[in-house]
T-cell receptor, first 111, second 113 residues
Framework: KQEVTQIPAALSVPEGENLVLNCSFT??????LQWFRQDPGKGLTSLLL?????REQTSGRLNASLDKSSGRSTLYIAASQPGDSATYLC??????????FGKGTRLHILP | NAGVTQTPKFRILKIGQSMTLQCAQD?????MYWYRQDPGMGLKLIYY???????DKGEVPNGYNVSRSTTEDFPLRLELAAPSQTSVYFC????????????FGNGTRLTVT
């Protein structure tokens, strides 16, 4: 059974700092891993998708890496801004096409 | 292009009542998913479908039923609602393929009292 864990559960950092969010999964037989952003009371927005054959993806100040063999992914946010405050969730698509989510990391950027 | 549309946005049910949460997508996506999200938690997969006529259980299917008679629609049925089903329900869809991101609806907030 696939299990996805995100550490830390919550994080507060001063504006301008670089930060890393972590995601781990128990079964490495995945098709892809996605990172999402969720603002309070809202739906989820896809940020980055890494296929199982890829090592990283970049979009603007965001960089996501994937180490499938060790079951780990990181989301790196450069030069954080108050607008980055949100909950960040990772999800893996397994070989049965189930998409399993972690519980998320609540990020607060301090102005 | 509407994307993924969920109705209703809010609903209050009494214990034992039944209802159907509607989900429709206009992107010709094969794959559709239903999730529930409880406060402070991530999303738990209820049911999913890889195409019309095909449905599979997710992590927390008990108390729910689904059907997929068309590519566009994936309704979620709650029979005999219980307080434990109070949650926010999200529907999502994607194309087939390993490079296809998941697109979400705006959610349905359900309260069972």
């Amino acid at each position: 059974k696939q299990e996805v864990t995100q550490i830390p559960a919550a994080l507060s950092v001063p504006e301008g700092e670089n930060l890393v969010l972590n995601c781990s999964f128990t079964d490495s037989a995945i098709y892809n891993l996605q990172w999402f952003r969720q603002d309070p009371g809202k739906g989820l927005t896809s940020l980055l998708l890494i296929q199982s054959s890829q090592r990283e993806q970049t979009s603007g100040r965001l960089n996501a890496s994937l180490d499938k063999s060790s079951g780990r992914s990181t989301l790196y946010i450069a030069a954080s801004q108050p607008g980055d405050s949100a909950t960040y969730l990772c999800a893996v698509r397994d070989r049965d096409d189930k998409i399993i989510f972690g519980k998320g990391t609540r990020l607060h950027i301090l102005p | 292009n509407a994307g993924v549309t969920q109705t209703p946005k809010f609903r209050i049910l009494k214990i034992g009542q039944s209802m159907t949460l509607q989900c429709a997508q206009d992107m010709n996506h094969n794959y559709m998913y239903w999730y529930r999200q409880d406060p402070g938690m991530g999303l738990k997969l209820i049911y999913y479908s890889v195409g019309a006529g095909i449905t599979d259980k997710g992590e927390v299917p008990n108390g729910y039923n689904v059907s997929r008679s068309t590519t566009e629609d994936f309704p979620l049925r709650l029979e005999l609602a219980a307080p434990s089903q109070t949650s926010v329900y999200f529907c999502a869809s994607s194309l087939t393929g390993t490079n296809s991101p998941l697109h979400f609806g705006n959610g349905t907030r359900l309260t069972v009292t």
